[in-house]
């Protein structure tokens, strides 16, 4: 069962000075833009991993390890914060 894009807010928090929730993604799968908020997440573990609405590709995904945060974002073509 898939959770919403909201649960990436604390993870993200820990990389990011702004709200990334709030950012608008592009797909690199399909091009639909959504917000990250409403991205479909699953995890956490191993991973959190983020999935378009549109056509189900991973948009983003992140591992957190005891010294790093690994940050996938291939999948997604652009990545619009507002400040
Ligand atoms: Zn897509």
Do not use: K
């Amino acid at each position: 069962m898939a959770l919403d894009g909201n649960t990436l807010a604390g993870p993200l928090s820990e990389l990011f000075a702004v709200d990334v929730t709030a950012a608008v993604s592009r797909c690199a799968g399909c091009g639909q833009q959504d917000a990250v908020a409403d991205l479909l997440v699953y995890g956490p573990d191993p991973g959190w991993v983020a999935r378009c609405p549109g056509c189900d590709s991973v948009v983003l995904r992140i591992v957190r390890g005891p010294s790093a945060v690994w940050l996938d974002l291939h999948g997604s073509a652009a990545l619009r914060i507002p400040l």
